[in-house]
């Protein structure tokens, strides 16, 4: 099973939106899986049938948790994913880079959590996965008219969503590297200059939206910019880890993630995780002062 577990943990990642509960749920699916491997045929591939007990156990813990469909408003429980992991799904590969990226693009994530459960399901496993819709019908219980018009409701949310990420580029680096020399001179109007117009500051999990280059810009003048940052990527897009000022020298303290994404004018949104745990998933190395 080793081989798919990285998938498997992907797909959770998608279904949740969440990286502790990806790591959560995903521990659920292997006890399942072992405690049901005497029912494995081989009728189909091993893959396709730890997909089958993954989503099912995505969509319990969906239900236990309570999680309705956030309709409208900032998703409170979404977390980054590090693209280091994806490489490990994808063996290098450019095209299913390219393509595993786009499918867990912060937009597309947000987008899925807007979903009820089992369109989610439905979009994912036939959109993403590439399942028939005889094959996702057989594993919802449900017709196949039925997963054909869930797949339909769930194109038309996502229609309304920009879930698919423009390619990073060389300049996008450079863009980001300026931000962080301007924000760490405390100059605010080259940030600002950086920011495309329309610019959008998130703080999950605070239910908090800046809108607008100036206000945007306005909320870093009030950060310090005394702590020390390294460019990592998560979810297809450039990122900071952010650490918090060291003592004497010795390892500085995690803060969070920063996740950047650009438009062709600019930083097009910002969404920062004040969470340092989710650092321990980037595989950096220690920072000190």
Same mark, same amino acid.
């Given at each position: 099973?080793?081989?798919h577990?990285?998938?498997?943990?992907? $797909?959770?990642?998608?279904?949740?939106g969440?990286?502790?509960?990806?790591?959560e749920?995903?521990?659920?699916?292997?006890?399942?899986?072992?405690?049901?491997?005497?029912?494995f045929?081989?009728? *189909? &591939?091993l893959?396709?049938?730890?997909?089958?007990?993954?989503?099912?156990?995505c /969509?319990?813990?969906?239900?236990?948790k309570?999680r309705? &469909?956030v309709?409208?408003?900032?998703?409170?429980f979404?977390? &980054?994913y590090?693209?280091?992991l994806?490489?490990?799904?994808?063996?290098?590969?450019p095209?299913?880079?390219?393509?595993?990226?786009e499918?867990?693009?912060?937009?597309?994530?947000?987008?899925?959590?807007? /979903?009820?459960?089992?369109?989610?399901?439905? /979009?994912?496993l036939?959109?993403?996965?590439?399942?028939?819709?005889?094959?996702?019908?057989?594993?919802?219980?449900?017709?196949?008219?039925?997963?054909?018009?869930?797949?339909?409701?769930?194109?038309g949310t996502?229609?309304?969503?920009?879930?698919?990420?423009r390619s990073l580029?060389?300049?996008?680096?450079?863009v980001?590297?300026?931000?962080?020399?301007?924000w760490?001179?405390?100059?605010?109007?080259?940030?600002a200059?950086?920011?495309?117009?329309d610019a959008?500051l998130?703080?999950p999990?605070e239910?908090?939206?800046?809108?607008?280059?100036?206000?945007?810009?306005g909320?870093f003048?009030?950060?310090?910019?005394?702590?020390?940052v390294?460019?990592?990527?998560?979810?297809g897009?450039l990122?900071?880890a952010?650490?918090?000022?060291?003592?004497?020298?010795? &390892?500085?303290?995690?803060?969070?993630l920063?996740?950047?994404?650009?438009?062709?004018?600019?930083?097009?949104s910002i969404?920062g995780f004040?969470?340092p745990t989710?650092?321990q998933?980037?595989?950096?190395?220690?920072? $000190? *002062?």
């Amino acid at each position: 099973m080793a081989p798919h577990l990285q998938g498997l943990h992907v $797909h959770c990642y998608r279904m949740l939106g969440s990286y502790h509960d990806a790591e959560e749920v995903l521990q659920e699916v292997l006890l399942r899986a072992w405690r049901a491997l005497d029912t494995f045929e081989g009728r *189909a &591939p091993l893959r396709h049938w730890l997909i089958r007990i993954t989503t099912t156990t995505c /969509l319990k813990a969906i239900e236990r948790k309570g999680r309705q &469909p956030v309709i409208a408003g900032e998703i409170g429980f979404l977390e &980054p994913y590090p693209d280091r992991l994806l490489d490990e799904v994808t063996g290098g590969d450019p095209a299913m880079v390219a393509e595993t990226r786009e499918s867990v693009a912060l937009a597309f994530v947000v987008a899925l959590q807007r /979903l009820p459960a089992t369109q989610r399901a439905t /979009l994912v496993l036939r959109e993403v996965l590439g399942w028939s819709a005889a094959e996702v019908a057989d594993l919802l219980g449900c017709s196949v008219p039925a997963v054909n018009s869930s797949l339909q409701r769930a194109r038309g949310t996502l229609g309304t969503s920009n879930g698919t990420p423009r390619s990073l580029d060389r300049r996008d680096e450079q863009v980001l590297g300026r931000f962080v020399q301007a924000w760490q001179r405390s100059d605010i109007a080259a940030l600002a200059a950086l920011l495309h117009e329309d610019a959008v500051l998130r703080m999950p999990p605070e239910d908090v939206v800046i809108r607008g280059r100036e206000q945007v810009a306005g909320f870093f003048a009030t950060i310090p910019a005394d702590g020390v940052v390294t460019v990592t990527q998560a979810n297809g897009h450039l990122a900071l880890a952010a650490y918090l000022p060291g003592e004497d020298g010795g &390892p500085c303290p995690a803060y969070g993630l920063v996740v950047f994404t650009f438009a062709a004018d600019g930083i097009d949104s910002i969404t920062g995780f004040p969470d340092p745990t989710l650092l321990q998933f980037f595989g950096l190395p220690v920072v $000190h *002062a």
